[in-house]
């Protein structure tokens, strides 16, 4: 009776962990969309940087419900390698672009869509963020639990994007821009270098 307990309550935490995965796909995907749309009409370096972070997030949570799928070693070592290599992309792409743009003093234009999205996508990461830390930890699954310190960065970016979008809308202060694309950078490092680590650490 304990052993079928145990097996339920694991089978409902696996659920749960797929739920949090599939919510975090779709509102990703939906915010690939905004951000394009709001990076594009802006000229904004970070917005563009957070919609690569978003894509990175579709591809993480896709490769945590494909391993969550099948509880398999070798599939986890690679699931945490493709995190790794993602926010590597990422950490590239933001160093080039931010830089550029403070060197030729490149000024975005103002965002309310930007504002809107990156707030609402604050709240939403960071609750699903504590949602995946719990099951994760619960589960004893180290990909569940590191796409969800992906997904607590997410709202952290989302955060220092807005940031950086209300001071260049308030003040003028074109440069927080960018320098919101190093707060990217920052953590996109940080976690290539964990995830990366991962595999080999359980090899």
């Known amino acids: ?11 409902r935490r696996l659920a ?10 779709v509102w990703n995907v939906v915010g690939v969309c905004v951000l394009v749309v709001a990076a594009v009409t802006a000229r904004s370096v970070a917005l563009a940087g957070f919609g690569i972070d978003s894509l990175i997030e579709i591809g993480a949570s896709t490769v945590v419900l494909w391993e969550l799928a ?19 992309l990422l950490a590239v792409y933001v160093a080039a672009q931010s830089t550029v ?11 309310p869509l930007g504002i809107v999205w990156t707030s609402l996508t604050a709240l939403v990461m960071f609750s699903l963020a504590a949602g995946k ?18 997904t607590l960065i997410d709202g952290i970016l989302a955060t220092a ?3 950086g979008l209300v001071l260049n809308a308030l003040r003028g202060w074109w440069w927080a821009d ?5 707060v990217l ?3 996109a490092v940080r976690e290539a270098r964990a995830s990366l680590a991962q595999p080999a650490r359980d090899a």
């Open 1 to 11: 009776m304990a052993h079928n307990t145990e097996t339920e309550l694991r089978a």
């Open 16 to 25: 749960r962990g797929r739920a949090l995965e599939a919510t975090t796909l």
């Open 70 to 88: 099948c509880l398999d070693p070798e599939r986890r070592r690679r699931a945490m390698r493709f995190i790794g290599g993602a926010f590597v």
């Open 101 to 111: 743009v403070l060197i030729v003093g490149f000024h975005p234009h103002h965002s």
């Open 133 to 150: 830390a719990r099951i994760g930890a619960a589960l004893g699954n180290p990909v569940l639990q590191a796409e969800g310190r992906i």
């Open 161 to 163: 994007v807005l940031v």
């Open 178 to 182: 960018p320098f919101a694309g190093y």
């Open 185 to 187: 950078l920052y953590y």
